[in-house]
């Protein structure tokens, strides 16, 4: 929209443009400026080319409101950030003492001293730059006036970047926070019918849906609505949505698994073989959730489905490890071991070897054990052997959702 | 290196730009270019801007040999990919008549006839361009002649765009492969060091260092030295990163593991707490792993901790739940409990709370069951509590590695 001010983002390092190393840095900061109502224009990664960024940094800083870049703050001789930064502006390198002196105590700890002249260019900082003082790492971040608004250096690492990031634009008039439905077992094309139907001639609402597998997201951004007609038009297109969408505050499906485990008052277990440990890792990526999460079983052998579960060896010999008895066997003896009131188990063929006829490559039974008893479902899920595993992983996990969501 | 053709890489989509969904064709395909020889000197990623789309365009074609564009070519009105590469090499629009045929069978059988007109716009091409037909999908991939050499149209979703990428580079000549080197537990600028300490003055080698937590990687590639030479300086180098070196193929430290297991006809198991399934999932994760890997439990409660892994429940009311005790205790009753003649185990404080004076956030202790018997040891990790999870599950699957390595 017009009146969102321009941004670019500018990711430095040749290990990006050789595709070793993949650039998240980017993204985050795209979501972040997306929060504070920017308008990003261009996503930028080069090589470690001090004239290449130099006329970049030029043209992106004449035109847009705001220029962040990544990368090339360190101290070896591929660090060129500074130097382009400064050839772009117009501006001179001065040493900033505060630095130098932190850095000086550094070297004297740590380094080689003839590593000393190379560590002290992070010193140098634009002449006329707010300095952004680092709380990880030794390399300062930067913010500096420019023709269009600010150029800000940061950091690469981005355990660095992110707390320098955050300072930045906390500073700035954050704007009404995009409103963000997710949703699961629905089509990305689906979820923008209902949500474009939804809004039908509303002005000034932004929408974007954005596909992850087996994850889509109705993202509503403030474009003039207002937070309270954001909110409203946000409420009707979760009913659109239906049972598909699982959280209108942007929380990811583990999150609310554990949120409606924990308003229960109940603990959660799984029993997996084909999703290999990925359900407990969802689970266990969330921080708290070893109030709700008792753990679980990886039974990625037979033996161990018997040994660790008590399924018993003549029904696997009988029905096959890849069955609904089997998955009915791997909730119940998880429940059993762990005492979790809701569990849930997967068994399947992720591939890409292991598919038959009557058992193809990407069926999945799932069991699900409850307060009320066991049952059971398959479902076949297309990709590679990882969209096989993502895919069950995100099902077995809405099992667990609907299950906690039912009034009893 | 100056004889090294240039490319530049342009993936399209706002939703790239806000941050939304993570560009990972960029980084695929400027690695597939690394191995083609490309020396890609820019990866861009623009929102849906016509204009902007054709001035980048027309700027890189007059400079690189190859520029790749990736999305933009569905049948929306937000895909401006043709119209913006038409508008920057000054050529027209033509409809193929291959590509509208199978269209016309494919609105006929699927689509609601309204959305005929928009499906078809995917019909058409650069006049002079080379249509690369799609295996998959309806938009077909577009090679066009430029002032700099070609410029490469391909689809946005992954699973289209491969294929074709594929078919254009192997029809050009494939150069030598980059020699690959990893390892663990080594700091990035000391693997750095020992990479370019062996290669001194060698003329006509590439040297790039990537690093992910606690995974370093040196890439070797041909500048013109040749295949063997590279061969040579990796097994150098190889040997001077000595013991934190575990592949020298680009293998993962997983696949390393499972490698290990399989030649020694040995199983694997794991008994996780703060690492909540990454390891399992880390191993289940490779194709052919049920070979070697029995599984685990995922004991994040201290009661799943003595149910399923007969750790005394008096032990962790003594010792603490994150201590050796614990640790040893779980590596011998997963062993145990599964049969796998070499085990892990983890138990620590992946944060961001839960730690305290003696027991910090970060500290792990490990496990290891082996044929000679049970051995602990502790390590602290730094970052947050997915940098420790990611760490110590690195530092784990290590262990094994070590513990797999040693002659008997």
Same mark, same amino acid.
């Given at each position: ?40 224009? @261009?996503?930028? %990664? ?7 960024? #130099? ?5 992106? $800083?004449?035109? $847009? ?26 501006? +001179? ?6 630095? @130098? ?10 380094? @080689? ?5 190379? =560590? ?21 971040? &930067? ?35 995009? +409103? ?42 403030? /474009? ?13 297109? $979760? ?11 942007? !929380? ?16 959660? #277990?799984?029993?997996?073989? $084909?999703?290999?440990?990925? =359900?407990?890792? #969802? ?5 708290? %959730?070893?109030?709700?999460? /008792? ?15 008590? +399924? ?10 890849? %069955? /609904?008895? #089997? ?13 979790? &009131? ?21 069926? +999945?039974?799932?069991?699900? %054990? ?7 479902? !398959? ?6 052997? &990882? ?18 969501? /039912?009034?009893?």
């Amino acid at each position: 929209m017009a009146t969102d001010p321009s941004a670019a983002i500018v990711t430095v390092g040749t290990e990006l443009v050789t595709g070793q190393r993949l650039d998240t840095n980017g993204a985050e900061i795209a979501s972040a400026l997306l929060t504070s109502r920017f308008a990003v224009v @261009e996503m930028l %990664s080069v090589a470690d080319d001090a004239a290449r960024l #130099a006329d970049h940094l030029a043209r992106l $800083c004449a035109e $847009c409101t705001l220029v962040i870049v990544t990368g090339g703050l360190g101290p070896t001789h591929d660090d060129i950030t500074r130097d382009a930064a400064s050839r772009a502006l117009g501006r +001179v390198l001065v040493r900033d003492a505060a630095i @130098e002196a932190t850095l000086t105590r550094i070297v004297a700890l740590h380094h @080689e001293p003839d590593a000393a002249t190379q =560590i002290m260019t992070q010193a140098d900082v634009l002449e006329g730059a707010t300095v952004i003082m680092p709380t990880t790492g030794t390399a300062p971040g &930067q913010i500096v006036p420019t023709p269009g608004g600010s150029l800000v250096l940061l950091p690469g690492p981005p355990a660095e970047m992110r707390p320098m990031l955050s300072t930045f634009l906390s500073q700035r008039h954050p704007g009404t926070p995009p +409103v963000r439905l997710r949703s699961t077992g629905i089509p990305e094309s689906d979820a923008q019918i209902a949500a474009q139907r939804v809004i039908g001639d509303a002005r000034g609402v932004g929408l974007t849906v954005l596909a992850a597998p087996a994850d889509v997201e109705v993202v509503l951004f403030d /474009e003039g609505a207002g937070p309270r007609e954001l909110a409203r038009l946000g409420a009707s297109i $979760c009913t659109e949505l239906g049972d598909a969408c699982y959280s209108t505050d942007g !929380s990811s499906l583990p999150e609310t698994v554990l949120a409606l485990a924990r308003t229960r008052g109940v603990m959660l #277990a799984c029993a997996e073989s $084909c999703t290999g440990g990925k =359900i407990a890792s #969802a689970l266990t990526d969330v921080a708290g %959730s070893s109030d709700v999460f /008792e753990g679980g079983v990886v039974a990625y052998s037979n033996r161990l489905k018997t040994t660790a579960l008590g +399924v018993a060896a003549p029904l696997i010999d009988q029905y096959g490890a890849v %069955s /609904e008895q #089997a998955a009915r066997a791997m909730a119940a003896g998880v429940a059993n071991l762990t005492g979790a &009131q809701y569990a849930v188990a997967t068994t399947g063929i992720a591939g890409p070897t292991g598919g038959a006829a009557d058992k193809p490559v990407g069926l +999945v039974w799932f069991g699900l %054990s409850t307060p009320t008893g066991i049952t059971a479902r !398959s479902q076949g899920f297309s990709g590679d052997r &990882q969209g096989v595993r993502t895919r069950a992983t995100m099902f077995a996990l809405d099992l667990l959702r609907h299950a906690l969501s /039912e009034r009893e």
